[in-house]
């Protein structure tokens, strides 16, 4: 079923969610070795060419990333979204809705403070599959101003550990529904199921 009803999450929904969650799970590591082939870009022209294929790697699927997730907060605002099963306390439902709030402001802030900081330095291309250059996010700055590369690379850094923390709880509160709560939190939302739950009644 393409669309979500009241009870299960449509395919598109999952698509996209799984799609991004993988997407995410390669952009981390990327960036990493990325950064760390900063200061041997220098050394020679084989570090030169890795350090380029990564950035664009890492730039083009993280804003491959905001693009979808625009779309998917356009269909998840034009869908009805399934109920959390009716066991669970005021304050659970509220801490799974702030952090699903969470989780999807990093998933704009990350790529646009990436493409923002790329900006204010204004010596390296921002690339987008084969584009070497996108428009310039905001104004070049000098590295030394507030408003300039580390601002934007600070805020990265920061969504990147915070975004480590909400994805923690997030794993393991759909760990918790699947094996302590024993619903259909975790089943609905997995890929190639009819999203409800054998254990519930419908
Ligand atoms: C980078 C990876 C991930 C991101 C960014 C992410 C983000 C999200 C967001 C924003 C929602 C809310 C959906 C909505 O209400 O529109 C959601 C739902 C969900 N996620 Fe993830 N997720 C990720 C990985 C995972 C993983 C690894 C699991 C399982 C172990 C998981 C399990 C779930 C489940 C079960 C739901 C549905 C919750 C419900 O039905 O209310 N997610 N995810
Ligand atoms: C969801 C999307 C993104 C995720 C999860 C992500 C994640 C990361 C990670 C883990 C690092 C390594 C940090 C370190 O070495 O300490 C990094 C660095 C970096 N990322 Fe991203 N990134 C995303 C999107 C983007 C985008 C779209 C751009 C640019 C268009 C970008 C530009 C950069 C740059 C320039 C660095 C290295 C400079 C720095 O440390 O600030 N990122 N990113």
Known sequence: MLRNTEDRWGWLSKSFHWIIAFAILVMVPVGYVMGATYALE???????????????????????????VTFRLG?????????????????????????HVFLYALLFVLPLSGWASLS?????????????????????????????????????????????????????AALWHEFVKKDSVLRRMWPLTTGRAPREPA
């Open 42 to 68: 220098y050394e020679n022209d084989n570090f030169a060419m890795v350090h380029m294929w990564l950035s664009r790697v890492h730039q083009s699927l993280g804003l491959i990333i905001l693009i979808a």
């Open 75 to 99: 269909w998840r605002l034009h869908n009805p979204s399934p109920n959390l099963p009716a066991g669970l306390a005021a304050y659970q439902r509220w801490l799974a809705r702030l952090n």
């Open 120 to 172: 204010a330095y204004g010596e390296a291309p921002t690339y987008f599959l084969w584009i070497d250059g996108l428009p310039n996010l905001v104004p070049k700055r000098p590295v030394d101003d507030p408003f300039g590369f580390s601002l934007y690379s600070g805020i990265h850094h920061f969504c990147i550990d915070a975004g480590a923390v909400l994805l923690s709880l997030h794993v393991v």
